[in-house]
């Protein structure tokens, strides 16, 4: 399992590679999948209500065909319909390979990849129904292949085939169940997106603006210029030489028509039961990386900023067990992703997975990174993410930074930022990913608004801003990386040789952020909690 | 931060979109062969139900006085739902041969039949026979209205008219102990003939529809 995750994240990033060299990485429509099929779901529901005051029951096949030829709407319409159908099954089935290769698919995300697959699933019966409605010579071999298949299950007293036999009219009330599932699918699928998010704190649910307009007017262009073809009207008395094949949504039909009902059957049970089942196959062990998070409750002040920091909603702010005025921060380890963002929001750095609080942050730094600043001042530190391209971090260091890496940026503490710009470091670029790329899903959201929007556990005052950088590292766009690297270089080669502070004191304070916090809570809480564990981390 | 598109960016970006666009167009309905275009088809089509095979018996005065009111039959039957042979030939030559019996885990549901032969295109002498594979000797029993007799009177007069006019009508609904049609059907490239059961005529027919088309050839552009 893991090496077809590798492989498959191997396939994604050449894609990426080439979507952001295209588009440019905020653009990346690939980043975007999820939220694509969204709105290919909404273009869905707006083309189909047109298609549905159109549509005749009693003449399903001359009804489709009218439509498709009137060249005003219909036909573009229609068209529009069946290309967004096929951009959600391509998004949702890219959305898919992205999460595994992540490896985001086990643990508290079990249930969004669970309801994903039956999303995917019900898209694609969804666009079965959907063909079947226009009875040309494809619906009529998709609605064939659908009674061959059920007719070997001991559902029907009567086989279903014999509907499409010729000894009768294919009766309307075939057609009347068949709209109902084409209505009734797209409102379970509304009900399972509610159930894909249900977990996320913040869920995107559409991508940003131009990617969204820029798609859909993209597709609706292509619906003008390349109608969707439509096959002749269905005709139980002639055997079509060929038919129009959606290879996107039907891709499954070539396959199927050439196994057995109970194989086909057999082969779709192990594909839907495998991928079922890879929550559980991919989970790993609670412990090491994968730990959840931990509240130190010695340090937290209860200032109520991890809760609204992380993105899984895992944590909530509880009674305290000793006589301490405030609220205490609680992680529930079963919806905890370890992501680790809660480790960069909490500024008394009372938070976070094994070995990624605040403070074994800095414990991390002082051996690994400080004393390579101090063997050469003039060094720019790149703290990067450990999701960033290998090839991007090859360059940086060739071009002398000294590399810092962090599991996501999201976790990292303004506070190593500080410690490393007051150490002496000439500059200090943080690299994370496209946002709409984040592991963390709000990593680099976070970290944008720590440095420059003054969110809780920002980055001080007292830190050069002008030394600090925050940077996107995006596969394909290695130039990007590099120039964005070089004027910051050029930049800080401008600024004075860096002071370097002895004794460095990093006060670690956070203020109560409103919403759940008690009116006890105290302003500025002092990070002086035990003794033991002091808030304000000298440096070395 | 965010990067700026120059316009050969963009207009790289327009490119690449329209390719990617008239793929997914293609892929969203790529001509996929279906049939070979020198074949055409019979296809057999019906539901009727099986016949019962029954071993009747006139209970006695005493037998029927001993039963409970309510189950005072005076003809009892006991038996199974019948089977078929099913036997198609084209140009005399024996294309399908098969057992037909009824649904249901006891085989007393009504039989469907579906079954698609291949035939070259072209006029061919079509024989289908659907023959009960059960021999019975004498249904004499449960279609002939048993003896009135004094359990017949008051509440009961008329019954045994009754049970046997029952018997007659479910002997009826089902299908008769041999169908056979033997018929000349000219096949057009791609054309499909079906033969179904009239439960009207009570006999084996062309069904129309193809017949129809026969005398105007069918309309369907080459590739779909
Ligand atoms: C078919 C239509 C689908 C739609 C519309 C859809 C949409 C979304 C959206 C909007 C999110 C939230 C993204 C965010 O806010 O970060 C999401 C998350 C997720 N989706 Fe889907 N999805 C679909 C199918 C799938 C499939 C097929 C799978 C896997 C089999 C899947 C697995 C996941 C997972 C695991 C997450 C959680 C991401 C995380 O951990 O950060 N989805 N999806
Ligand atoms: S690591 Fe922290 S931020 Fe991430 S899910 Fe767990 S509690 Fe939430
Ligand atoms: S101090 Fe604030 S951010 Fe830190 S653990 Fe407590 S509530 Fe969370």
């Known amino acids: ?540 | 931060m965010t990067p700026r598109q120059s316009p050969v960016q963009l207009a790289r970006a327009v490119v690449v979109s329209a390719v990617a666009l008239a793929l997914l167009a293609y892929a969203s309905a790529v001509p996929w062969s279906y049939h070979s275009g020198h074949a055409a088809r019979l296809r057999l089509s019906w539901s009727a139900r099986p016949e019962r095979i029954e071993t009747c018996r006139t209970l006695s005065e005493a037998e029927l006085a001993a039963r409970p009111a309510h189950m005072r039959q005076r003809v009892e039957c006991e038996g199974h739902a019948a089977t078929y042979l099913l036997r198609v030939s084209v140009d005399s030559q024996l294309v399908n041969e098969s057992v037909v019996h009824g649904a249901g885990l006891r085989n007393d549901r009504p039989m469907y039949l579906l079954r698609d032969v291949d035939v070259a295109p072209g006029t061919r002498r079509i024989r289908v026979s659907f023959t009960r594979r059960e021999q019975t000797d004498d249904d004499a029993a449960a279609f002939a209205p048993a003896a009135a007799s004094d359990a017949d009177t008051g509440m009961y007069a008329g019954r045994a008219q009754r049970e046997a006019t029952e018997r007659a009508r479910r002997a009826g609904a089902a299908v008769p102990a041999q169908l056979v049609i033997d018929t000349t059907l000219t096949f057009a490239d791609r054309g499909v003939h079906v033969i179904t059961f009239d439960p009207e005529r009570r006999s084996l027919q062309v069904s129309r529809g193809a017949l129809e088309r026969s005398t105007s050839p069918p309309t369907v552009p080459h590739d779909y």
Not at chain 1, 138 to 156: I, K, N
Not at chain 1, 387 to 396: N, R, V, W
Request: aromatic share 8%.
């Open chain 1, 1 to 540: 399992m893991q090496r077809l995750a590798r492989l498959t994240r191997r396939c994604l990033t050449a894609l990426d590679a080439i979507a952001s060299r295209v588009y440019g990485w905020p653009w990346n429509p690939l980043h975007q999948s999820g939220t694509v099929a969204v709105a290919m779901l909404l273009a869905l529901v707006g083309t189909g209500i047109y298609l549905l005051l159109v549509y005749r029951l009693g003449a399903p096949a001359d009804s489709v065909a009218r439509i498709a030829a009137d060249p005003w709407l219909g036909s573009w319409i229609r068209t529009l319909h069946r290309y967004a159908s096929d951009l959600f099954v391509l998004a949702a089935a890219l959305h898919a390979a992205r999460m595994f290769a992540q490896g985001r698919d086990w643990g508290p995300r079990t249930l969004a990849w669970v309801s994903g697959v039956l999303l995917l699933l019900l898209g694609l019966l969804c666009a079965w129904t959907g063909y079947v409605m226009a009875w040309d010579t494809f619906g009529e071999r998709l609605a064939r292949e659908g009674a061959r298949l059920l007719d070997v299950l001991p559902v029907f007293s009567e086989p279903l085939s014999r509907i499409f036999a010729g000894d009768g009219a294919v009766p309307s009330a075939f057609f009347f169940v068949n709209l109902f599932a084409h209505i009734v699918l797209p409102l379970g699928a509304g009900v399972g997106l509610w159930l894909h998010v249900s977990r996320l704190a913040r869920p995107t649910l559409l991508p940003p603006t131009r990617v969204m307009w820029s798609i859909l007017g993209a597709l609706t262009v292509a619906s003008v210029l390349w109608p969707a073809a439509l096959g002749s009207a269905a005709d139980a008395f002639t055997l079509p030489l060929s038919t129009p094949l959606d290879l996107v949504a039907a891709w499954w039909l070539p396959l199927s028509e050439r196994m057995s009902a109970g194989a086909a059957w057999s082969v779709a049970s192990v594909i839907f039961i495998a991928l079922l089942l890879v929550p559980r196959f991919n989970r790993r062990p609670r412990t090491g990386a994968w730990a959840p998070s931990h509240v130190d409750t010695r340090l937290c002040t209860g200032c109520n900023q991890c809760p609204q920091d992380c993105p899984w909603d895992a944590i909530t702010m509880v009674k305290r067990d000793d006589d301490r005025p405030t609220l205490v921060a609680h992680v529930d380890a079963s919806k905890c992703v370890s992501c680790g963002v809660c480790a960069g929001s909490c500024a008394p750095m009372g938070v976070g997975p094994l070995g990624r609080s605040g403070r074994d942050q800095l414990s991390v730094l002082r051996t690994r990174i400080l004393p390579e600043i101090t063997a050469q001042p003039s060094a720019i530190v790149a703290v990067c993410c450990a999701q960033a391209p290998a090839s991007h971090i090859a360059a940086l260091r060739a071009r002398g930074a000294a590399i810092h890496d962090v599991p996501c940026v999201g976790n990292l503490h303004s506070s190593v930022v500080e410690l490393l710009v007051r150490q002496g470091a000439r500059g200090v670029i943080v690299c994370g990913c496209p946002p709409r790329d984040c592991v963390g899903r709000e990593g680099p959201k976070w970290l944008g608004e720590r440095f420059y929007a003054q969110r809780e556990a920002e980055l001080q005052p007292r830190v050069d801003t002008a030394r600090v950088w925050v940077a996107t590292l995006a596969t394909g766009d290695l130039a990007g990386t590099l120039s964005t690297f070089d004027d910051f270089a050029q930049r800080v080669a401008a600024l004075p040789s860096p002071d370097r502070e002895h004794d460095v004191q990093l006060q670690a304070e956070c203020e109560p952020v409103a919403a759940a916090a008690p009116a006890t809570a105290p302003a500025t809480a002092p990070a002086t909690a035990p003794a033991t564990a002091p808030a304000t981390a000298p440096a070395q």
